[in-house]
Every structure is written in structure tokens, then in C-alpha cells.
């Protein structure tokens, strides 16, 4: 048996924490920028995901303006940091709604580290950065999907590890990412599961049914 919703008859905001709780689980941009008047912010968004592969292109969304989405849309700019397990509870401290004159990197005691091809400074105690160029803001209802080109990756080198197949990348197990779950939950990786997609000449009975 299921429960049926219709998220017209339900409302917006209620059928928000729904998504947020099936939709699951979410990445988190760690999202680094500055205003025009110079002050640095920082703020988590789960709704973050990889746009492009060629250009390199990522994603997240602002749900509402705020300061993360009018900073990039003046500047232009911006970086993601890795949302990191050591990190906890200053990601979420970072999701306060400070007053857009105050910095995140100061009230909640976290390290500037100066990008190379942006404005934006990088969260220092995260181990990975991707610095980003504005390539399109696109306005749905009440959020606003932020595309942005990655010039630049910055990636601790004791995170990269050599896998089976013989690929030297960063290790999920010593990167520890946190992702977003429904209401106040937060997850960090459980057991990981290693498999090989399947080509489909290997498919069983792929010729029979292809004569």
C-alpha cells in the first residue's frame, strides 16, 4: 500500500521536505564567494550535482536569493569546497543565516586559502576545491540553478589512491564526504560497494535476441 500526494494540494513548502527526504543521498557544495563590497562568504547548498563533462561544468541551487546567488551573479565567480566529515560541524554552522556584512570564514573560525584562477577563497581545511567561472543562472519558480565552468581543481595529493584497474584518484574512503539526508539528518559513507557496469556484448543471450 502507498500514501499518494499531489504536490498541488499539499503546498510547496510541505512537498519540499518530501523531495528532501526521498531525494536522498545529496551531495553538498561548500560554496565560497565574495560580494562586490569584499566580504567572503560561505555556505552549504545539497542541491549539487555535475552539469558537463566537457567543458567541466558543476552545479547547485539556490532555493530563494540568497547571499551565495547574488554574490555569484555580481561577481561571477565562485568555488566549491568538499563538504568533509571532519568538517561537520562548522559546514553546518555555515548554513547560518549571518547578516550578508559578516563573514562565515570569521564567525565560525575557519582558514582562507587563496584560489589561483578566482576571487573566491578556498576552504583550507578541505581537502578539494573547484574554482568556477559563472556560465549561466537559470531562474526556476523560486530557486535558481548555478552553473558554473571549473577552471582549476585543488586536490590534497594524500587523498589519491591507485584503485585494481590501475586509476590514480582521489579515494572516496580518505576524501570521507558528508552528504544531506531528509529534516536535520546528515550521513557519511557506509559500506561501499565496488561493481563493474556490464557491456552489452557480454549481456547473457545479446545475440539471440539481436538476430
Not at 74 to 84: D, I, K, P, R
Not at 100 to 126: I, N, Q
Not at 130 to 136: A, D, F, I, S
Request: glycine content about 6%; overall charge negative; proline content about 8%.
Amino acid at each position: 500500500m502507498r500514501t499518494d500526494i499531489d504536490p498541488t494540494e499539499l503546498g510547496a513548502g510541505p512537498f519540499y521536505k518530501i523531495l528532501n527526504s526521498v531525494v536522498v543521498p545529496r551531495p553538498i557544495a561548500w560554496v565560497s564567494t565574495r560580494s562586490a563590497a569584499g566580504v567572503d562568504n560561505l555556505a552549504p547548498h545539497s542541491f549539487f550535482t555535475v552539469s558537463c563533462v566537457d567543458p567541466p561544468m558543476i552545479q547547485f541551487t539556490s532555493v530563494g536569493k540568497k547571499d551565495s546567488l547574488r554574490n555569484v551573479v555580481e561577481t561571477g565567480e565562485f568555488v566549491v569546497s568538499l563538504a568533509n566529515e571532519a568538517m561537520f560541524e562548522k559546514i553546518n554552522a555555515t548554513g547560518t543565516n549571518f547578516p550578508a556584512h559578516l563573514s562565515e570564514f570569521t564567525e565560525v573560525g575557519l582558514t582562507r586559502e587563496p584560489s589561483r584562477t578566482v576571487a573566491p577563497p578556498r576552504v583550507a581545511e578541505s581537502p578539494v576545491a573547484l574554482e568556477c567561472r559563472l556560465h549561466q543562472a537559470v531562474e526556476l519558480g523560486d530557486s535558481t540553478i548555478v552553473i558554473g565552468r571549473v577552471l582549476h581543481a585543488a586536490i590534497d595529493e594524500d587523498v589519491f589512491d591507485t584503485d585494481a584497474r590501475g586509476n590514480h584518484l582521489p579515494s572516496s574512503e580518505k576524501l570521507r564526504p558528508l552528504a544531506r539526508l531528509g529534516r536535520n539528518e546528515w550521513a557519511t559513507l557506509g559500506k561501499i560497494l565496488d561493481i563493474t557496469r556490464i557491456p552489452y556484448d557480454t549481456w547473457p543471450g545479446h545475440y539471440r535476441r539481436d538476430d
